[in-house]
């Protein structure tokens, strides 16, 4: 049953949701935009009319989210992980996709999985920590906790979807972290990849290491537990140049295109060069709306989804990208408020982890757009177009302010 009785419009964070109706507007603006062009085919045409009733429908599932107590919430976490893990495994035998493996093509509905198994893993993950019962000094709890995350993700990656699983490993180490973690366990995760990174050239590798000492120094550990996360980075760095050596022409081409130190001009680098140009022409005020020439004349591309960013610099200029960024920030900044706030522990990091989705989100992409983060092909949270996106998003929303208006609630 639907607690409305306990829930105040008083009590709903309104400046969140002028967040949300701002960046959704910004969205329909540049999604109109780039579809409206008589040189567009039929179904780009129709993009702008789907992507208004998918935020209405949205809306409405953002409602029906901040009416739903927390118990409910709480009940059904681990089942709807559960089903969410069971449709990832159904997608990689039965999905569609050009090459891919990533939705359930149903007549013209497409429905990707990873969406709600974002949510998902989120729910699961608040439910198992905010136990009273749980350690994070113990490798069982920690173990279960990482197992909970990378289950879903390698099955993400199968796909592939690099994009969205690099999103869902990102939810693991600031939920651990707000839990109780100590930072002596994120900086073990952590400095085995500084390591992989630093392998490859002697004075970084060797500074990687004073790096590690120092902390590793500084924690005060017993001399054993020093020698044996030493000895792993040193082991991991001495074997990370052999493996390399090991991958083929191509795949080192792929890797390094990723991470962005060696340029595709066919490819990704086409993307970026071209996004670097639509938001470097867009100056202060911008070309204005519906006159950007690298949406109109196709040179941006997926300029109505992945790359919405640069069309919002080209279109409205300097002023837009950063009306867009201080509002983005805004929003996490109130999020992060309910979350310091809430006295539920449930609650506190269910919110958490929605503001690390969002906020991996928007970093990732607009990083892409300007040429500072790989291309990874995540869209930009209630701007791209999409109507499992903007679901998705929508329920984060939903959840963040549901912690609002409970936040007082044990």
């Known amino acids: 049953m639907l607690a409305r009785s306990i829930i105040s419009w008083k009590d709903i964070d309104k400046v969140i949701i002028v967040c949300v109706l701002l960046l959704v507007t910004i969205g329909l603006m540049a999604i109109y935009s780039t579809t409206s062009s008589p040189a567009s085919s039929e179904a780009i ?24 107590p927390v118990q409910y919430l709480k009940g059904m976490a681990y089942s709807l992980y559960g089903l969410c893990v069971v449709l990832l495994i159904l997608v990689l035998f039965a999905g569609g996709g050009k090459g891919v493996h990533r939705w359930f093509i149903l007549g013209p509905v497409h429905f990707q999985p990873a969406e709600p198994t974002k949510i998902a893993a989120l729910l699961a993950l608040a439910r198992y920590l905010s136990d ?16 909970m995350v990378l289950v879903p993700t390698v099955l993400i990656l199968k796909e592939p979807d690099l994009g969205t699983a690099i999103v869902m490993a990102s939810l693991l180490l600031p939920v651990l972290f707000w839990a109780g973690l100590s930072p002596f366990i994120v900086f073990l995760v952590v400095s085995p990849i500084l390591t992989v990174i630093s392998a490859f050239n ?52 792929r890797i390094l295109t990723f991470i962005g130190l060696q340029q595709d001009p066919r490819g990704t680098g086409y993307q970026v060069a071209q996004s670097q140009v639509a ?19 196709r040179f941006l591309p997926e300029q109505h989804t992945d790359f919405i960013f640069s069309v919002v610099g080209e279109e409205l200029g300097f002023w837009g990208v950063t009306l ?11 999020a992060l408020g309910i979350a310091v706030s809430a006295k539920n522990k449930f609650l506190t990091l269910m919110v958490v982890g929605c503001v690390t989705l969002i906020g991996v989100h928007v970093i990732v992409n607009t990083g892409m757009t300007v040429g500072i983060m790989p291309v990874t092909g995540i869209p930009l949270p209630f701007l791209s177009y999409g109507g499992s996106s903007l679901w998705t998003n929508m329920t984060l929303v939903g959840l963040i302010l549901n912690a609002g208006v409970r936040r007082f609630q044990y």
Request: one cysteine or more.
């Open 324 to 334: 867009v960024l201080v509002t983005f920030f805004v929003l996490l900044w109130r």
């Open 132 to 147: 009273e019962r749980r350690d994070l000094r113990s490798f069982k709890d920690i173990g279960i906790c990482f197992a």
């Open 45 to 68: 045409r129709h993009s702008f009319a789907k992507q208004v009733i998918w935020f209405l429908a949205g809306a409405m599932i953002a409602s029906a989210v901040v009416l739903t």
């Open 202 to 253: 002697v004075y970084t590798f060797g500074a990687a290491m004073l790096l590690i000492i120092g902390v590793l120094v500084l924690s005060k550990r017993k001399l054993p537990v020093l020698l044996a996360v030493l000895m792993l980075n040193v082991s991991v760095g001495a074997l990370t140049p052999s493996l390399w050596n090991r991958l083929k022409d191509y795949q080192k081409t």
């Open 279 to 297: 938001i470097g022409s867009g100056g202060f005020w911008g070309k204005g709306w519906t006159r950007g020439t690298q949406a109109k004349l």
